[in-house]
């Protein structure tokens, strides 16, 4: 898996999150979740993105530690939206895979750079 790779599919994570975002009610419950799941899939592709430009391997290993505590929780606050039922489970069961995913597949990256640092 190539950073470039990495940098396109947390980028459409954060994407498809906006557009989740935009569907969800107009309630309270809902735009205090949907603001807090807004800020923290996207700055997945951003922290991502800067990780990348890291200025050392301790800064890059770092940066992938914030990547992966956002991308974490990303799923607290999708699985927030379910229990709270705001949104069906079946709406947001593919942006929890991915969340899912990307939070193994960095875990698993900050892991291997630390190893090898």
Not at 30 to 39: D, H, N, T, V
Not at 101 to 108: F, R, V
Request: hydrophobic letters at 45%; a positive charge.
């Amino acid at each position: 898996m190539t950073p470039n790779y990495l940098k396109k599919r947390t980028k459409q994570f954060g994407l498809r999150i906006i557009q989740l975002v935009e569907t969800l009610p107009k309630t309270q419950t809902a735009f205090l979740i949907g603001k807090q799941l807004l800020r923290c899939a996207t700055s997945v592709g951003a922290n991502y993105r800067a990780a990348c430009k890291g200025r050392s391997k301790a800064d890059f290993i770092a940066k992938l530690g914030i990547v992966e505590e956002e991308a974490d929780e990303s799923i607290y606050w999708l699985e927030m939206l379910v229990e709270a039922n705001v949104v069906k489970s079946n709406l947001v069961a593919e942006l929890l895979t991915e969340a899912n995913e990307l939070t193994a597949i960095i875990a698993a990256s900050r892991k291997t750079a630390k190893r090898n640092k």
